[in-house]
């Protein structure tokens, strides 16, 4: 059987496993993406990057990012930093600026350090099909099930995001995301579901900021969320670069007068590995 390796990276503690189109003996299916990333019954992670060559001019290679659930994304900040990282570290590339392709389209990194790099993510969006509802300012309020009222601001950067500005830092923190995360992240205004970020400011230009992703749940930290929070923030008047405060560490977002942003952090690889021929059967049979 042929060998199917993989390498584990992290970023702010959002954990990715990062495997070659080229390496896999199957395609990846829901079924497979959740026995890879379950944690007691597969290899455990937040989420599964697929790398390929691409399939147009200009690009260094094409990136797929699957969630534990077996749902596909259309972009992870964090998750495409991890892959323009390991890309430079594999031989894919000997530059440090290039292009590669997203499911939400093309985004330019520079790396600018042995374990950091800036990607350009293009311009967001406060409008989308992703809540088509809503008027061109993104800006609504929804009411969940249990009568509890949230004001949000709706962006769309790659993947919807669900913004929710909460001035107490004390309520924030207490927040149980397990609890409350579901029911917006379904909400009927939202066909797709969305990501949904809640966030304070701590003094301008710095925000304190709380994850709950589609198909992931709540989670240490988020690129998209934390951009989402950020275009938030700034759309309310704070200043650009927000630095964003998550469970895991810190994001730097810079956001443009026409929401175009930048979004600068770190990722590191935690292990290279190889899926076991045991399982890799197990995988085919499903």
């Known amino acids: 059987m042929t060998t199917i390796a ?4 992290q970023a702010l503690g ?10 896999l003996a199957f395609d990846f299916t829901p079924q497979r993406i959740e026995r890879i990333c379950d944690v007691h019954t597969g290899v455990g992670s937040d989420g599964i990057l697929l790398l390929s060559e691409p399939d147009g001019p200009g690009f260094v290679a094409r990136l797929r990012i699957f969630n534990p659930d077996g749902s596909e994304s ?3 900040g ?13 031989g894919w590339v000997d530059t440090d600026r290039f ?27 406060t409008s989308s099909d992703d809540f088509p509802s809503g008027d061109a300012d993104g800006a609504a309020q929804l009411t969940t099930q249990d009568g509890r009222t949230w004001r949000f601001q709706h962006v769309q950067v790659g993947n919807p ?20 995360g ?17 966030y304070a400011e701590l003094e301008p230009g710095v925000i304190r900021a709380r994850i709950f992703e589609r198909g992931v ?41 026409d929401l175009h942003f930048d979004l600068t952090g770190w990722a590191r690889p935690v292990y290279r590995g190889e899926l076991a021929d045991d399982f890799c059967t197990e995988l085919e049979n499903l």
């Not at 993989?6 to 990276?9: A, D």
């Not at 292009?99 to 293009?122: F, K, N, V, Y």
Request: proline share 4%.
């Open 6 to 9: 993989f390498e584990k990276w």
């Open 14 to 23: 959002n954990d990715y496993l990062i495997f070659e189109q080229r390496a």
């Open 74 to 76: 259309g972009l992870s």
């Open 78 to 90: 964090n998750g495409a930093r991890e892959a323009v990282m390991y890309l430079r570290r594999n």
């Open 99 to 125: 292009s590669i392709q997203t499911g939400a389209g093309e985004i330019r990194p520079h790396i600018t350090g042995p374990d950091t790099c800036t990607l350009d993510m293009g311009r967001a969006r």
């Open 161 to 180: 995001q669900c913004a929710i500005h909460h001035p107490d830092l004390d309520e924030l923190e207490a927040l149980e995301l397990a609890r409350v």
């Open 182 to 198: 579901p029911a917006i992240e379904r909400h009927e205004l939202f066909p797709n579901r969305t990501n949904v970020s809640w």
């Open 217 to 257: 749940g709540e989670t240490m930290s988020s690129g998209t969320g934390a951009s989402g929070a950020a275009i938030a923030y700034v759309l309310r008047g704070g200043d650009s670069p927000v630095t964003v405060r998550l469970d895991g560490g810190e994001l730097v977002v810079d956001v443009a007068e």
